[in-house]
């Protein structure tokens, strides 16, 4: 199994050359990925209780591939710089603009900014889009497993996936908590089921995911089989990936974003 990579995080002469990526893996351009950019925050949109979705504004921005991250750096007056990595949550045919769905970590330095203080009008500094790994240009059948804010790269994708009418497979199985904290929730429709691993609508277990949620999607496999994606916490993209072997995915077919 392989993990995202993370550019910037690796030196230079550790990283493969491009040209013998793993397939799928989509190049990025070293100065995209290394240019800090100024964005402003045009709008916020409550999602559940603990999260919300700051779209922003930057001129000339490079169109993300689907499942992609930034970089968001804060700065403060005295001089004290904040840097986390965000996913795009939004479609790539977005002219100009971008969208983050931020879960609000308790005591989190740089979500309790943006959860308590930003407003629209505020600027960052963004650098991206980055990761060639977690990325999906909507080529093949993609079956996608998040829990939380993990996913937000997922959606992008099955937004991408709907606003350009894509006929490849797509899936997306999505845990929560609660029907309250389900990200998205007015979004999803027949390809995504739900996950309810505390309380859950009447006549639903609550539960987490298991091998009765994958089978159906593993007994109706697409020719070629699945490229499957799982992103949020540690524990989840174990269980997650866990279930995926089990069901019958090859392991370099799973690729993995771990939110920590
Ligand atoms: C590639 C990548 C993409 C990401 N995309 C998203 C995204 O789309 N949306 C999103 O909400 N987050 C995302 N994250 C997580 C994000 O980068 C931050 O870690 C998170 O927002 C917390 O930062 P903070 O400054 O608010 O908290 P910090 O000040 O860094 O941490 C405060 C406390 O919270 C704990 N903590 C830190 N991170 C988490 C976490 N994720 N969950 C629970 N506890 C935590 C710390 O251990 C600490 O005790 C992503 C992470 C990665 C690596």
């Known amino acids: 199994m392989t993990e995202t990579e993370i550019p910037g995080t690796v030196p230079e002469r550790f990283r493969p050359p491009t040209r013998f990526a793993v397939p799928g893996r989509i190049a990025v351009s070293e100065r995209t990925a290394s240019r800090w950019r100024t964005a402003t925050l045009t709008e916020i949109r409550r999602e559940t209780p603990r999260a919300a979705t700051f779209r922003f504004a930057v001129p000339d921005w490079s169109p993300h591939v689907p499942g992609q991250h930034l970089m968001v750096r804060l700065t403060a007056p005295d001089g004290y710089v904040a840097q986390r990595h965000y996913s795009i949550a939004s479609a790539p045919d977005d002219p100009g603009h971008f969208e983050l769905t931020l879960d609000r970590v308790a005591d989190g330095e740089v979500s309790g900014w943006f959860h308590t203080v930003a407003r629209p009008g505020d600027r960052v500094e963004v650098r991206g889009p980055l990761s ?8 093949r059948p993609a079956l996608l497993l998040g829990a939380g804010s993990g996913v937000v790269p997922l959606m992008s994708m099955v937004r991408h996936h709907r606003a350009r009418g894509l ?20 979004e999803y429709g027949a390809e995504t089921t739900p996950v309810f691993t505390r309380s859950a609508p009447p ?52 690729r993995i974003e771990r939110f920590g």
């Open 167 to 186: 006929s490849v497979p797509l899936r997306l199985l999505v845990s929560a908590r609660s029907p309250e904290e389900l990200i998205y929730a007015r």
């Open 203 to 254: 006549g639903v277990p609550a539960g987490r995911m298991t091998a009765d949620h994958l089978a159906p999607l593993f007994d109706r496999r697409p020719p070629g089989g699945w490229e499957a994606y799982v992103c949020g916490s540690n524990s989840f993209a174990e269980h997650a990936s866990r279930l995926l072997v089990a069901a019958g995915q090859p392991v370099d077919r799973i």
């Open 132 to 139: 060639g790994f977690f990325a999906w240009p909507g080529d």
